[in-house]
């Protein structure tokens, strides 16, 4: 069983920077994807950002690439997103995810956080 704990968030100003993490309780890094989501109201879910520790594989949607950095501490189970030059229609709730490298879906959720950004 995996358990994901977010921290980070809050409000910034356009062109403003934040970092969350996700701290994964039970070990998991060596066997799942970790990926990071968001989804603003009255919107669909969106695809962020997501690492396969064991292969080093990074991907970003393309909106956030050249902005936000995926990064992870395996010493301390957590993943972090710093996002940076953040704009003003992204304000959503982030999500972070986990899933078996050999899955397609992810079945970990952490319990997301909320980002504001201010115009």
């Known amino acids: 069983q995996v358990q994901l704990v977010q921290s980070g968030g809050g409000l910034v100003q356009a062109g403003g920077s934040l970092r969350l993490a996700c701290h994964a309780f039970g070990r998991t890094f060596d066997t799942h994807m970790m990926g990071w989501f968001r989804q603003a109201p009255g919107r669909v879910q969106d695809f962020v950002a997501s690492v396969t520790w064991s292969g080093g594989s990074t991907n970003y949607a393309d909106s956030v690439k050249g902005r936000f950095t995926l990064s992870g501490d395996n010493a301390k189970d957590t993943v972090y997103l710093q996002m940076n030059n953040l704009k003003p229609e992204e304000p959503a709730v982030y999500y972070c995810?986990?899933?078996?490298?050999?899955?397609?879906?992810?079945?970990?959720w952490g319990q997301g956080t909320q980002v504001t950004v201010s115009s």
């Open positions: 995810a986990a899933r078996l490298i050999s899955s397609t879906e992810y079945a970990f």
